[in-house]
């Protein structure tokens, strides 16, 4: 099973801030990666899909970078209702699934 | 636009079962997998496995063979997920949520509200 280490496990930051992510995969996954946004009480969020590609609708402060086991969401500058907790996702082609990171809170400093 | 619309909360003895449904509205049912993911209070997101609506296929994460069983009913568009032999350990929300692609498996979007499961004595 590939295991998805992210890190810091809490970023402390104000609006306005750059936001810096990071996915770790114990092997390579490709481009095969996403990263999804909840916020308390909610169910997640696509944002990125595919190690780089925004989803519908989200704006373009976030975006993604990496490939192969290394991976970074970054958002430009911070508004106030990004601050939630970020998951990032490995899709493995065979055998098929799927397995989330432990997630990162993004809280306001 | 595209919905999910989840079931109710459920509280459970350990022991029993568990069926969550997912009715599915704004979009062509048969032609995106639904995906099931859990979440355990405080804690992160463990997918659980997805069901393919058009022909019935399922693929269950290891953790849950055995134990889960995917279903629908296309008549209504919607799906079920079945987990047999309750533990404490199972209390989570169950979410639902569609592939982003015909016919394959991909990413997840849009997610279901989710569905508050509590095992307990």
């Known amino acids: 099973e590939v295991v998805l280490t992210q890190s810091p496990a809490t970023l402390s930051l104000s609006p306005g801030e750059r936001a810096t992510l990071s996915c770790r995969a114990s092997?390579?996954?490709?481009?095969?990666l996403a990263w999804y946004q909840q916020k308390p009480g909610q169910a997640p969020r696509l944002l990125i899909f595919d190690a780089s590609n925004r989803a519908t609708g989200i704006p373009t402060r976030f975006s993604g970078s990496g490939s192969g086991t290394d991976f970074t969401l970054t958002i430009s500058s911070l508004e106030p209702e990004d601050f939630a907790v970020y998951y990032c996702q490995q899709r493995t082609n065979w055998p098929p699934g799927y397995t989330f990171g432990q997630g990162t809170k993004l809280e306001i400093k | 636009q595209v919905q999910l619309e989840q079931s109710g909360p459920e509280v459970k003895k350990p022991g029993a079962s568990v069926k969550v449904s997912c009715k599915a509205s704004g979009y062509i049912f048969e032609g995106y997998y639904i995906h099931w993911v859990r979440q355990a209070p405080g804690q992160g997101l463990e997918w659980m496995g997805w069901?393919?609506?058009?022909?019935?296929?399922?693929n269950y994460a290891p953790k849950f063979k055995g134990r889960v069983t995917m279903t629908r009913d296309t008549s209504i568009n919607t799906v079920y997920m079945e987990l047999t032999s309750l533990r404490s350990d199972d209390t989570a929300i169950y979410y639902c949520a569609k592939d982003t692609t015909v016919m394959v498996n991909n990413w997840f979007d849009p997610w279901g509200q989710g569905t508050l499961v509590t095992v307990s004595s």
């Open positions: 092997q390579s996954v490709s481009s095969n």
């Open positions: 069901i393919s609506p058009n022909v019935g296929g399922t």
